[in-house]
């Protein structure tokens, strides 16, 4: 292995009765962005709801303006006894919501000597939806249907006019019943809607946790998988290096076995370390033994069994680099030697680590002092063509390897790039931004 370090890198209608019970309105949704041909179209204006805010406001105000209407309709625009009790019932609504209860009662004066209908209704409708008490519901039913069937004044009423008097009994009972009717047809509305919401947030939590359990059964299937195939067999092969380490008479022989019995302890210690998360809950983000970082590259590539040329310029020595891509550098340059191994046995290798290309652009701009936080890392693995010497060794492949490391480098917000090169070898070369975007489990 050879050494040599590098140059610094280069640079709701109106109208409706009372709507403030009601649960708010969601705010409009914003237009949708310009995006692919596949997206949806953006919804109609028309079809858009207005503000929570605007809806908050309409629900209080329409309603008085509808019951200073009738009180002017019904009693004319002169000034009296009959049209001052209308108006202020009708301006009693402002603090319906507030005080249901006593601008209900405020507003009885107005049907029984104004005769308008809408000030108390919606009164006794706030009252049916914010105070659903049956008491307090049957008195203020009876309060209004008395004042709806007695008249104004009460010396005009005729005990003898029976067909009169029973059409105008029934009148006020719907108009007293139906308020209420609809009040209390609102807030279960309101009720269901909040159970239903309970019920979909607790269906989501039951699915969560099916789906956590099943994972947590796969893993430990896995792990004992792993542990029963791949342990037993690595083990076997630590054992056979170690007595091969002992008999060989030959110094040549005896490293070679010293290096593979430490190859495979290095390799239970790792397997033990992944059984230890699959078996774990939530072991993607617990890390049971410590991980392999940039200063264990010189150990890594000593072991290979390769000739490697390791290029660096500190970047493995300065601490400015997330674990997460330490960690993901030094397994790609695991892969990749592993890919020398069994496609280029025989093959110069080269491998360097080296902070990315970022300062140049921050200095265009001129801000010289943002360079060193736009600076990532950048790894490359370069070997040559193979020895038409050499033996290959038939390791087994899956044919995944490059997609794994292309995929724990955009979890990370970095790239990875591989392919063939002119002088028929292959190069792999991975960057990553100063300060990762993890986007999924990049461990």
């Known amino acids: 292995m050879t050494v040599s370090p590098l140059p610094p890198p280069r640079s709701s209608p109106p109208g409706a009765p009372d709507a403030s019970g009601t649960p708010g309105a969601s705010p409009a949704a914003s237009p949708a962005p310009a995006s692919s041909p596949a997206s949806p179209p953006p919804a109609p204006a028309s079809r858009r709801r207005p ?242 970082r940039l200063a264990d590259l010189p150990r890594l590539i000593e072991l290979s069994a390769l000739d490697v040329d390791f290029e660096t310029d500190s970047a493995t020595q300065r601490p400015g680099h997330s674990e997460a891509v330490e960690r993901a550098a030094f397994r790609i340059v695991q892969e990749a030697l592993t890919n020398v191994r069994k496609h280029a046995p025989g093959a110069r290798v080269t491998v360097r680590v080296n902070d990315a290309e970022g300062a140049a652009h921050e200095a265009a701009h001129g801000a010289a002092h943002g360079a060193e936080e736009t600076r990532g890392l950048r790894v490359e693995v370069r070997n040559g063509p193979p020895d038409a010497s050499a033996v290959a060794p038939g390791l087994p492949g899956g044919g995944h390897g490059l997609v794994g490391l292309r995929e724990r480098a955009q979890l990370l917000g970095g790239t990875l790039e591989a392919g063939p090169t002119e002088e028929g070898g292959f190069v792999v070369r991975a960057d990553f931004p100063k300060t990762p975007r993890v986007t999924g489990p990049a461990a």
């Open 51 to 292: 503000p929570q805010r605007v809806m908050r406001w309409g629900s209080l105000i329409v309603p008085v303006l509808l019951a200073i209407a009738d009180a002017l309709l019904v009693n004319g625009v002169t000034l009296g006894l009959e049209l001052n009790v209308s108006l202020v019932a009708a301006a009693a609504l402002l603090v319906r919501r507030k005080l249901p209860a006593l601008v209900f009662l405020v507003t009885l004066p107005g049907i029984l000597i104004g005769y308008v209908w809408f000030a108390p209704m919606i009164a006794l409708y706030t009252v049916a939806r914010l105070r659903p008490d049956r008491r307090l519901l049957g008195i203020s039913a009876l309060l209004l249907a008395a004042a709806h069937f007695i008249p104004w004044p009460v010396s005009d009423f005729e005990p003898t006019a029976y067909r009169e008097n029973t059409l105008t009994l029934i009148d006020a009972c719907v108009t007293s019943v139906g308020p209420i009717a609809l009040g209390l047809l609102v807030r279960t509305r309101g009720e269901l809607a909040a159970r239903i919401e309970d019920l979909t947030r607790s269906r989501r939590h039951a699915d969560e946790l099916i789906a956590e359990q099943v994972l947590s059964t796969e893993r430990a299937r896995l792990a004992r998988e792993m542990h029963d195939v791949v342990a037993h067999q690595v083990s076997l092969i630590s054992l056979q290096a170690g007595a091969v380490q002992i008999s060989a008479e030959d110094a040549k022989a005896r490293e070679g076995a010293r290096t593979i019995r430490e190859l495979s302890v290095r390799t239970l210690d790792e397997l033990r370390h992944m059984v230890g998360i699959l078996r774990a809950a939530g072991g993607d983000h617990e890390e049971l033994t410590p991980q392999p």
